[in-house]
């Protein structure tokens, strides 16, 4: 970028972008001059880059519960440490996660603004605030007495409120777009999935409330939980993962957006597969009988013909990009694909060989740590360079001397760290399939290890530790300082 | 109008060798027949460029051929950009006719946030006023608060082959 800088100074002196850069005043008139960054682009990146973190801190401490012991299989499957970890894998982290990226990306997909800003904002402290309060209710829920037996519903409630909030910000643009594009229509649908998630969750705290204060178990509660996570990792975060995975792999990659007929086809199949196995799954539970039975195995038919035609799909769409050398995001997204595909393959032979129970532990944590998890953790890998960049030189783009949003990054740093996740990750299913405590804990420790590396990573290219100024920069530039730089001011 | 052939100066050695072509394109420029155009092959996009000749009355139209390889075609005005009709009002104020673009990128099949860097490299370039166009393959939502935040207009019409953008720099 600089020789390319050099050379137009070559070109046409008084053009010269450096010297722009550098003499701020040229014949008494300023030329380039200081003052904050654009307020909207700041505000906008602020909010999404709290959410992140906060999705991290979560994440963090789920896989700290795993990592010291504390949930499956060394505690019952159904037991407070593992649901709350469970539930701060999938509210905590993934819809934290996937509301900050929409937040960014739906105005992308549909060419419209957001609402408002401060929803989000508000809609981040009840999702917060209710988390804490659900883990709580968790938590605490096998103690004696159940000390905090209404947390969970005040905290469930709490969520609810502010998913409502995130879901009114950002469906207002996408309900408001006609023709809506493939991207978001899956997201539309994960949205109805959402609803539906959150619904019958919260159904789950009142009911679990009330089994606690009349000290009876609640059959339905455990047969009907698994469909309450049915349709949150699939109809919600799958299906919305699969949307955005779309966009962004083709705008970063240089492959053609429009997916045609095998586009359609995994959405179409993606949401009368999750459709149906949730719908019939929750009927069967009221009206035992054996066509909800075989509704619900056609579902699972559908979503595993749905999941196969993505994945061919993804194939098709690396192979059609015209950017030959992609970046480490994209590479390493590889493991998060894998991870689906094993998925997938695990979900057969738990079919074929008749061991369909309704919570599979290796296939959550295929599905929650490696598919949607290592998708959000390699995504973030560019989002947070790019909204850096964007806050941070946006301002000087065309004025100065801009890095290239890839200065932002190391790659070769944070390979490593991707590469210690994925096999984390792995080595935990391998623990959940033998259902043996110290894999599944040794994988934890090594995936929480990456995830802080990456974090740290994410942190330096939101400050721009890596930004280095060119040597025709900082050679006539000594008064610039590497402070100025990083809040954007010449 | 008669067509003729563009004339083609490649630059590409002499550039690589720190050279210092400015006076050989306008003295090319000034051998142009009239309604001829003047292909310019280099190693980079010469924005400067587009400044001075779009004062002479060139329309130019950049495409980047590879890593370093850059076509530019100069067209002599007349054919300048239709008008076009505007889905989206300016984010500045919009006072009606703007004048004819003199500079049209076309930045489809550049990976984000290429596109962005090379309008707003452009609107740089514009004398207060000034009109450029660029085709974009998708609405550049990013670009806006940019726009916005230095007092320029913006345009935009979706059609089948891209989101076309007329960009005003303020006043």
């Not at chain 1, 408001?176 to 978001?184: D, F, H, I, M």
């Not at chain 2, 587009?50 to 060139?58: D, E, Q």
């Amino acid at each position: 970028m600089l020789g390319h800088h050099e050379h137009i100074g070559d070109l046409y002196e008084c053009h010269l972008v450096t010297r722009l850069w550098i003499v701020r005043a040229r014949g008494g008139k300023t030329l380039l001059t200081g003052g904050s960054m654009a307020p909207l682009t700041e505000r906008l990146s602020r909010w999404t880059l709290i959410t992140f973190a906060c999705a991290l801190a979560n994440f963090l401490l789920a896989q700290a519960l795993i990592v010291l012991g504390f949930t499956w299989p060394s505690a019952a499957l159904t037991g407070g440490a593992t649901l709350a970890a469970v539930h701060l894998v999938t509210i905590g982290w993934l819809t934290l996660l996937m509301l900050g990226a929409l937040s960014q990306f739906v105005p992308v997909i549909t060419s419209r603004a957001l609402l408002d800003q401060r929803l989000s904002a508000a809609a981040l402290v009840l999702i917060e605030v209710g988390l804490v309060g659900m883990v709580t209710g968790f938590v605490t829920r096998d103690m004696a007495r159940a000390p905090c037996a209404w947390c969970l519903v005040v905290g469930g409630l709490s969520v609810c409120a502010g998913v409502v909030l995130a879901l009114v910000n950002l469906a207002t643009p996408l309900l408001r777009t006609r023709p809506l594009p493939l991207p978001g229509r899956f997201v539309r649908a994960g949205f109805l999935f959402l609803i539906v998630t959150m619904s019958l969750g919260l159904l789950f705290a009142f009911t679990l409330r009330a089994s606690v204060s009349s000290h009876g178990p609640l059959l339905h509660l455990a047969s009907g939980v698994g469909y309450h996570a049915i349709a949150g990792v699939g109809g919600w975060l799958t299906l919305t993962a699969m949307g955005v995975s779309y966009k962004l792999l083709s705008m970063f990659m240089l492959a053609p957006e429009e997916r045609g007929v095998l586009g359609e086809v995994v959405l179409g199949l993606g949401i009368t597969g999750f459709g149906l196995t949730v719908a019939a799954g929750l009927l069967d539970l009221v009206w035992h009988g054996s066509v909800m039975i075989l509704a619900e195995r056609a579902g699972w038919l559908l979503i595993g013909a749905s999941i196969s035609a993505y994945l061919a799909d993804l194939v098709r769409l690396y192979r059609a990009r015209k950017r030959r050398r992609i970046e480490l995001h994209n590479r390493a997204a590889a493991g998060a694909f894998i991870s689906l595909a094993a998925a997938l393959v695990t979900a057969a032979i738990l079919v074929i060989s008749g061991r369909a129970a309704r919570v599979a532990p290796p296939l959550v944590v295929l599905a929650l740590l490696g598919w949607l998890g290592g998708l959000g953790l390699t995504q973030l890998y560019k989002v947070i360079p790019f909204l850096s960049w964007l806050t941070r030189f946006g301002k000087m783009i065309g004025r100065g001397w801009v890095p290239r949003v890839q200065d932002l990054v190391c790659e070769p740093c944070a390979a490593l760290w991707f590469f210690l996740y994925f096999a984390g990750v792995w080595l935990t299913v391998v623990g959940a399939a033998i259902e043996t405590p110290l894999p599944m804990r040794g994988g934890a420790a090594l995936s929480t290890l990456a995830t802080l590396g990456l974090s740290r990573e994410y942190w330096r290219a939101w400050r721009g530790t890596y930004v280095r100024l060119p040597p025709a920069v900082s050679s006539h530039a000594p008064t610039i300082q590497r402070e100025d730089l990083r809040h954007g001011h010449p | 109008m008669a067509i003729r052939e563009p004339r083609t100066l490649d630059l590409r050695d002499e550039l690589r060798r720190g050279g210092e072509p400015l006076p050989q394109i306008l003295e090319e420029v000034a051998n142009l027949a009239p309604g001829q155009s003047l292909r310019l092959l280099t190693i980079f996009e010469p924005l400067p460029l587009y400044a001075v000749l779009g004062k002479k009355g060139f329309l130019h139209e950049a495409t980047r051929r590879g890593e370093g390889d850059w076509e530019v075609l100069f067209t002599p005005g007349a054919a300048s950009a239709e008008k076009l009709p505007s889905k989206r009002l300016s984010l500045a104020t919009d006072d009606g006719a703007w004048p004819p673009a003199g500079t049209l990128l076309d930045n489809r099949g550049l990976q984000p946030p290429e596109p962005m860097i090379r309008i707003l490299d452009a609107l740089e370039h514009l004398q207060p006023g000034e009109v450029l166009e660029a085709i974009n393959e998708r609405e550049p939502q990013f670009l806006y608060p940019q726009l916005e935040e230095r007092g320029a207009g913006i345009r935009v019409d979706r059609r089948a082959d891209g989101v076309h953008l007329l960009v005003r720099r303020g006043l």
